[in-house]
């Protein structure tokens, strides 16, 4: 299924999960940028993190992208991963508190759209 032919929901679902790859994309990117100028305390640790961001980001482009393709198994990371997201923008380490609402919102919109027959269909 290609972009074009995938439902809306679907579409919209696919883009919250790709949206939430690239911001985790973007935060690699700025722990990188702050290690090279040494601002990191751990700069071995900075880095580790940041490839490991880099790591989940892809993962979340592949769900996406499963998603878009109505694929059964792209359901239960992207679940996995809104509780997450929920949990760490919850736990207060996310500054500022418009971001952490915003990534709560999406991770609330996206987990109840994982759940459209339009999006991703049920074959029980």
Known sequence: MTFRSAPPAARAVAGGVALEGLLLGGY??????????????DRIGALVLAVVALLLAAGLVAVA????????????????WQLLQVLVALSGTVDPRALA?????LAVVVAIGLFRED???RDW
């Open 101 to 105: 609402a915003g990534l709560v919102v």
């Open 65 to 80: 992208n499963g998603i878009l393709g109505g694929r059964r198994w792209a359901r239960s990371p992207a679940l996995v």
């Open 28 to 41: 690699a990117v700025v722990v990188v940028v702050e290690t090279v100028r040494g601002e990191a305390k």
């Open 119 to 121: 999006v991703i269909p």
